[in-house]
């Protein structure tokens, strides 16, 4: 009834009493679909039914736009409909950005500002696009944005198709004098400024919102402008830092999770005879010691873990609840070799290795763990 009915209002001209009157039966038709108990005694008792439940006080009337039915049924729910009516405003799109920050400042925190040059309303003639602020209706589209056309499918059947309107540009509206900051089109790119909070700890790569605050424009309400904010690569003096202090030994700290990992360098002697000590400087400024006394041997390879040298442990929203915490840090030694011993020094480390061996009575074969030659066998290749 509701389709049969709509179909009819839309091809009657608007000044017909006709026309009126069936689209007051519409909105009826609207009410009784729309409320399970009228839909039900309709569909068993019919109109005459429907009335009867009227008249008898059953349940509380309400009148119903009838246009929200229409725009369930072309889409325009939410945003405005075809007709414009609707529920809601409508959203423009998120907009995201990448914003890079050094680790050093997701370890201290920071408070700091970045650009982003958006699409923002006409301040000239406030989003109207007119010199003038005379804005027309759209005659080819009444102002409504879209047109509806009719296609015949076969004898008696036909297709309505709808589309943005060329007149107009889908704006249901047209001017005269355009505006000669945004040329008519209402809307102009400028650069605004944000405020950034990076909180102790905030893991890289977090995507932080500012509502409404994407592209702007008279037909919606600004989406969400979301902010990626990663770890930027360390950079020494000279390779575009912008502060000689990065210099420090925090810009080799590599990060995972709430931990940091750091390689220290060892020679020979440092790795074998121990004797040698260390002073890192963390991402703060704070220098963390290491070192081994004389006699401890560092294996190659080998990982330190010194607890609480780590990143803050982060909470959302900065809350703090107690003592703060840290991850650890994990320092992995790397012991270099000399390319080439001097010939003395050489000769002088022979001497020395081969009387210790002797005194304690060392088999160089054996500790090798390679099974003993046999007399007399020669192996060929």
Same mark, same amino acid.
């Given at each position: 009834?509701?389709?049969?009915?709509?179909?009819?209002?839309?091809?009657?001209?608007?000044?017909?009493?006709?026309?009126?009157?069936?689209?007051? /039966?519409?909105?009826?038709?609207?009410?009784? +679909?729309?409320?399970?108990?009228?839909?039900?005694?309709?569909?068993?008792?019919?109109?005459?039914?429907?009335?009867?439940?009227? %008249?008898?006080?059953?349940?509380?009337?309400?009148?119903?736009? #009838?246009?929200?039915?229409?725009?369930?049924?072309?889409?325009?729910?939410?945003?405005?409909?075809? @007709?414009?009516?609707?529920?809601?405003?409508?959203?423009?799109?998120?907009?995201?950005?990448?914003?890079?920050?050094? +680790?050093?400042?997701?370890?201290?925190?920071?408070?700091? %500002?970045?650009?982003?040059?958006?699409?923002?309303?006409?301040?000239?003639?406030?989003?109207?696009?007119?010199?003038?602020?005379?804005?027309?209706?759209?005659?080819?589209?009444?102002?409504?944005?879209?047109?509806?056309?009719?296609?015949?499918?076969?004898?008696?059947?036909?297709?309505?198709?709808?589309?943005?309107?060329?007149?107009?540009?889908?704006?249901?509206?047209?001017?005269?004098?355009?505006?000669?900051?945004?040329?008519?089109?209402?809307?102009?790119?400028?650069?605004?400024?944000?405020?950034?909070?990076?909180?102790?700890?905030?893991?890289?790569?977090?995507? +932080?919102?500012?509502?409404?605050?994407?592209?702007?424009?008279?037909?919606?309400?600004?989406?969400?402008?979301?902010?990626?904010?990663?770890?930027?690569?360390?950079?020494?003096?000279?390779?575009?830092? #912008?502060?000689?202090?990065?210099?420090?030994?925090?810009?080799?700290?590599?990060?995972?999770?709430?931990?940091? @990992?750091?390689?220290?360098?060892? /020679? +020979?002697?440092?790795?074998?005879?121990?004797?040698?000590?260390?002073?890192?400087?963390?991402?703060?400024?704070?220098?963390?010691?290491?070192?081994?006394?004389?006699?401890?041997?560092?294996?190659?390879?080998?990982?330190?873990?010194?607890?609480?040298?780590?990143?803050?442990?982060?909470?959302?929203?900065?809350?703090?609840?107690?003592?703060?915490? @840290?991850?650890?840090?994990?320092?992995?030694?790397?012991?270099?070799?000399?390319?080439?011993?001097?010939?003395?020094?050489?000769?002088?480390?022979?001497?020395?290795?081969?009387?210790?061996?002797?005194?304690?009575?060392?088999?160089?074969?054996?500790?090798?763990?390679?099974?003993?030659?046999?007399?007399?066998?020669?192996?060929?290749?």
């Amino acid at each position: 009834m509701v389709i049969r009915l709509c179909h009819a209002h839309t091809d009657a001209p608007r000044n017909d009493d006709t026309a009126h009157q069936k689209f007051v /039966s519409v909105a009826e038709a609207y009410d009784a +679909l729309i409320d399970p108990t009228t839909r039900k005694i309709y569909d068993k008792y019919g109109h005459e039914g429907l009335e009867q439940h009227k %008249q008898g006080g059953g349940g509380h009337h309400h009148h119903h736009d #009838p246009f929200d039915l229409f725009n369930r049924f072309f889409g325009g729910g939410g945003g405005g409909g075809p @007709f414009g009516h609707g529920g809601g405003q409508r959203h423009g799109p998120p907009m995201e950005v990448r914003i890079q920050v050094p +680790l050093r400042d997701f370890y201290t925190g920071r408070s700091t %500002q970045f650009t982003v040059t958006k699409q923002a309303v006409c301040g000239t003639c406030e989003g109207s696009g007119s010199s003038d602020g005379a804005v027309d209706t759209c005659k080819t589209c009444g102002g409504r944005g879209v047109v509806v056309q009719k296609h015949m499918l076969a004898p008696g059947i036909f297709q309505q198709m709808q589309r943005p309107c060329d007149a107009c540009g889908g704006k249901g509206t047209t001017i005269r004098h355009p505006c000669a900051t945004c040329r008519g089109a209402r809307v102009v790119r400028e650069p605004e400024t944000f405020d950034l909070h990076i909180e102790p700890g905030m893991p890289a790569g977090i995507r +932080l919102t500012y509502e409404n605050e994407a592209d702007e424009s008279p037909d919606w309400v600004a989406g969400d402008l979301v902010v990626n904010v990663v770890e930027q690569e360390p950079r020494l003096a000279g390779e575009g830092a #912008p502060d000689p202090t990065h210099r420090a030994d925090g810009s080799f700290f590599r990060r995972r999770g709430d931990d940091l @990992f750091w390689r220290e360098v060892l /020679s +020979l002697r440092e790795a074998w005879m121990g004797d040698w000590t260390r002073n890192v400087t963390h991402l703060d400024g704070h220098v963390v010691p290491l070192g081994r006394k004389r006699g401890m041997v560092v294996q190659p390879g080998a990982v330190e873990v010194v607890q609480g040298e780590g990143m803050p442990v982060w909470r959302p929203g900065g809350e703090d609840e107690g003592e703060k915490r @840290f991850g650890a840090l994990l320092v992995e030694y790397v012991v270099v070799l000399p390319d080439k011993m001097e010939k003395g020094m050489e000769k002088e480390f022979w001497e020395t290795w081969e009387k210790w061996r002797r005194k304690k009575g060392v088999d160089l074969l054996k500790d090798s763990g390679r099974p003993a030659p046999v007399k007399g066998r020669h192996d060929e290749l």
